[in-house]
Protein backbone atom coordinates (compact mmCIF):
# COMPACT_ATOMS: atom_id res chain seq x y z
CA UNK A 1 0.00 0.00 0.00
CA UNK A 2 1.68 3.25 -0.79
CA UNK A 3 1.65 5.88 1.61
CA UNK A 4 0.61 9.34 -0.63
CA UNK A 5 2.45 12.16 1.48
CA UNK A 6 6.07 12.28 3.19
CA UNK A 7 6.83 13.53 6.48
CA UNK A 8 8.55 16.35 4.38
CA UNK A 9 4.52 17.07 2.46
CA UNK A 10 3.33 17.06 5.98
CA UNK A 11 5.67 20.16 6.72
CA UNK A 12 4.83 21.82 3.62
CA UNK A 13 0.89 21.05 2.87
CA UNK A 14 -0.23 20.05 6.71
CA UNK A 15 1.22 20.99 9.68
CA UNK A 16 4.45 23.11 10.23
CA UNK A 17 7.47 21.14 11.49
CA UNK A 18 7.30 23.77 14.69
CA UNK A 19 4.28 22.07 15.36
CA UNK A 20 5.66 18.45 15.45
CA UNK A 21 9.13 19.21 17.02
CA UNK A 22 9.22 16.31 19.60
CA UNK A 23 6.80 13.97 17.64
CA UNK A 24 9.03 11.05 16.61
CA UNK A 25 9.32 10.35 12.57
CA UNK A 26 7.46 6.86 13.17
CA UNK A 27 4.65 8.47 14.67
CA UNK A 28 4.38 10.81 11.78
CA UNK A 29 4.83 8.05 9.19
CA UNK A 30 2.11 6.20 10.97
CA UNK A 31 -0.48 9.17 10.90
CA UNK A 32 0.35 9.40 6.90
CA UNK A 33 -0.34 5.82 6.79
CA UNK A 34 -3.37 5.81 8.31
CA UNK A 35 -4.27 8.77 6.08
CA UNK A 36 -3.14 6.87 3.20
CA UNK A 37 -5.30 4.08 3.83
CA UNK A 38 -8.15 6.29 4.65
CA UNK A 39 -7.30 7.70 1.38
CA UNK A 40 -7.78 4.43 -0.52
CA UNK A 41 -11.06 3.47 1.22
CA UNK A 42 -12.23 6.94 -0.99
CA UNK A 43 -10.30 6.15 -3.84
CA UNK A 44 -10.95 2.79 -4.70
CA UNK A 45 -14.57 3.33 -5.88
CA UNK A 46 -13.17 5.32 -8.88
CA UNK A 47 -9.64 4.22 -9.70
CA UNK A 48 -8.41 0.56 -9.33
CA UNK A 49 -5.54 0.11 -6.58
CA UNK A 50 -2.73 0.42 -6.20
CA UNK A 51 -2.26 3.80 -7.81
CA UNK A 52 0.76 4.05 -9.50
CA UNK A 53 1.29 7.60 -9.43
CA UNK A 54 -0.93 11.05 -7.95
CA UNK A 55 0.08 14.79 -7.41
CA UNK A 56 -0.20 17.44 -4.62
CA UNK A 57 -3.82 16.95 -4.71
CA UNK A 58 -4.02 13.83 -3.36
CA UNK A 59 -0.93 14.62 -1.16
CA UNK A 60 -2.27 17.77 0.42
CA UNK A 61 -5.67 15.79 1.49
CA UNK A 62 -3.43 13.12 2.87
CA UNK A 63 -1.65 15.52 4.99
CA UNK A 64 -4.35 17.47 6.31
CA UNK A 65 -5.99 14.22 7.53
CA UNK A 66 -2.34 13.10 8.91
CA UNK A 67 -2.05 16.73 10.85
CA UNK A 68 -5.32 15.94 12.64
CA UNK A 69 -4.79 12.94 13.72
CA UNK A 70 -1.19 14.13 14.58
CA UNK A 71 -2.55 17.05 16.28
CA UNK A 72 -5.30 14.81 18.24
CA UNK A 73 -3.22 12.10 19.20
CA UNK A 74 0.29 14.21 20.03
CA UNK A 75 -0.90 17.54 21.18
CA UNK A 76 -4.31 17.82 22.25
CA UNK A 77 -6.96 19.91 22.07
CA UNK A 78 -8.06 23.68 24.03
CA UNK A 79 -11.76 23.11 23.06
CA UNK A 80 -11.75 26.81 24.02
CA UNK A 81 -9.36 27.76 21.37
CA UNK A 82 -10.69 29.19 17.79
CA UNK A 83 -7.33 27.94 16.81
CA UNK A 84 -9.22 24.28 16.74
CA UNK A 85 -11.92 25.46 14.47
CA UNK A 86 -9.35 26.12 11.50
CA UNK A 87 -7.94 22.46 11.80
CA UNK A 88 -11.47 20.99 12.36
CA UNK A 89 -12.26 22.74 8.81
CA UNK A 90 -8.89 21.61 7.60
CA UNK A 91 -10.02 17.92 8.14
CA UNK A 92 -14.13 18.47 6.92
CA UNK A 93 -12.77 19.86 4.03
CA UNK A 94 -10.40 16.89 3.36
CA UNK A 95 -13.00 14.08 4.08
CA UNK A 96 -15.34 16.17 1.94
CA UNK A 97 -12.69 16.06 -1.23
CA UNK A 98 -12.70 12.19 -0.38
CA UNK A 99 -16.09 11.90 -0.17
CA UNK A 100 -16.38 13.97 -3.99
CA UNK A 101 -13.92 12.07 -5.19
CA UNK A 102 -15.71 8.47 -4.58
CA UNK A 103 -18.74 10.26 -6.11
CA UNK A 104 -17.01 10.80 -9.26
CA UNK A 105 -17.67 14.59 -7.92
CA UNK A 106 -13.55 14.97 -8.37
CA UNK A 107 -11.49 14.00 -10.72
CA UNK A 108 -7.90 14.02 -9.21
CA UNK A 109 -4.50 13.85 -10.30
CA UNK A 110 -3.67 10.23 -10.73
CA UNK A 111 -2.74 7.42 -12.53
CA UNK A 112 -4.10 3.87 -11.02
CA UNK A 113 -3.65 0.24 -12.00
CA UNK A 114 -5.44 0.03 -14.45
CA UNK A 115 -4.08 -2.06 -17.83
CA UNK A 116 -3.60 0.25 -20.65
CA UNK A 117 -3.53 -2.67 -23.12
CA UNK A 118 -5.09 -6.11 -23.56
CA UNK A 119 -2.07 -8.34 -22.65
CA UNK A 120 -3.08 -12.04 -24.39
CA UNK A 121 -6.92 -11.92 -23.91
CA UNK A 122 -8.73 -15.31 -25.10
CA UNK A 123 -9.72 -15.28 -28.69
CA UNK A 124 -12.92 -18.05 -29.27
CA UNK A 125 -13.82 -19.00 -32.61
CA UNK A 126 -15.89 -21.71 -33.87
CA UNK A 127 -16.65 -23.08 -37.40
CA UNK A 128 -20.50 -23.91 -36.60
CA UNK A 129 -22.24 -20.64 -36.57
CA UNK A 130 -24.50 -19.87 -33.13
CA UNK A 131 -26.35 -17.12 -33.87
CA UNK A 132 -25.06 -14.93 -31.41
Do not use: C
Given at each position: ?12 L??K ?32 L ?15 L?A ?7 R ?7 A ?49
Amino acid sequence: MPQYATIDDLAQLGLKKLATAGITDLDLNAALVAASETADSYMRSQFRLPLVSWGADLRRHVAMLAAWDILGAQRGFNPDSPANDIWLQRYEQAMSWFKDVSRGLVSPNVVDSTPTKRDGAPRVSTSVKRGW
